[in-house]
């Protein structure tokens, strides 16, 4: 709890990955991703509940023997590769205020596949979205400027072409608006917003920045690169 406020961790872990087949239980230094959320966890003391939402047999065997919680399986019209988060967390949301017959107030989202995340980086998105009484926090990194949109091409009819046509007027990088990506390290909502706004993105919804090198997995080189990373970082 934070300030009376019941918090529940959500973890997505879909099986239908077609990137990397069964992604969310590859290993990362030896642990499957979703385990990794798992160690996370234990170290937020402001979480009261932790599940894991999957549609996939050997995922939840491998989440329950990391020691979390997996109560009941996602259904199959929400197992697709378009399925977006809203509908994914209203369906955990409800299915376990049932099951444990209590209001949860805070919804965190940590998705298994950015697995560089620290404890400190979730405590610190519940406690912006709590203290500046916000309808969600997004995790963010700022965006390389080499993929700014406005460096970005397109190519019409063997041509090359600016996708944006402001992109013409750019000479330097100084000349570039910063912007930022999510990294999914954490999203953290409340009740009212996930039920109520019908979003994860509310009317008031702020980033918390994250500093260094925020690897999101989608394919077996972004493994190759979190190995590479973490080895580094604890040298």
């Known amino acids: 709890m934070i300030e009376g406020k019941r918090v529940l961790a959500v973890i997505p872990a879909r099986g239908g990955s077609k990137g ?8 990362v230094q030896g642990v499957p991703l979703v ?7 234990k170290n937020v003391p402001y979480i009261d509940r932790a599940i894991v939402s999957t549609d996939h047999p050997e995922i939840a065997k491998i989440a329950r023997e990391a020691g979390l919680d997996v109560p009941f ?21 409800q299915e376990l205020e049932k099951l444990d ?6 919804i965190v ?14 405590k610190e998105t519940i406690e912006k979205l709590v203290e500046e009484q916000l309808d969600s926090v997004w995790t963010v990194s700022e965006t390389d ?10 190519i019409t009819n063997g041509k090359i072409e600016y996708y944006d046509n402001a992109g013409n007027q750019i000479i330097a990088r100084q000349q570039l608006e910063p ?25 008031k ?25 973490l080895n580094e970082e604890s040298k």
Not at 20 to 27: D, G, R, S
Not at 76 to 90: F, I, K, N
Not at 206 to 228: A, C, H, K, N, R
Request: net charge positive; proline share 6%.
């Open 109 to 122: 989202m940590l998705q298994p596949t950015s697995p560089m995340r620290k404890a400190r980086h979730v």
């Open 35 to 41: 385990a990794r959320v798992g160690n996370i966890i």
């Open 20 to 27: 990397v087949p069964l992604k969310n239980i590859q290993l």
């Open 101 to 106: 017959g209590l209001i949860y107030d805070i």
């Open 145 to 154: 400027s080499k993929a700014h949109p406005l460096k970005q091409l397109k």
């Open 205 to 229: 919804t702020s980033p918390l920045i994250i500093e260094g090198i925020m690897v999101s997995i989608d394919t077996l080189w972004d493994f190759q690169l979190v190995e590479f990373l």
């Open 73 to 93: 399986m996602r259904p199959l019209e929400l197992s697709g590769d378009r399925v977006a988060d809203w509908p994914v967390l209203v369906h955990a949301l």
């Open 179 to 203: 912007l930022y990506h999510r990294n999914g390290v954490a999203y953290a909502m409340t009740r009212e917003c996930i039920l109520e706004q019908q979003t994860i993105k509310g009317k």
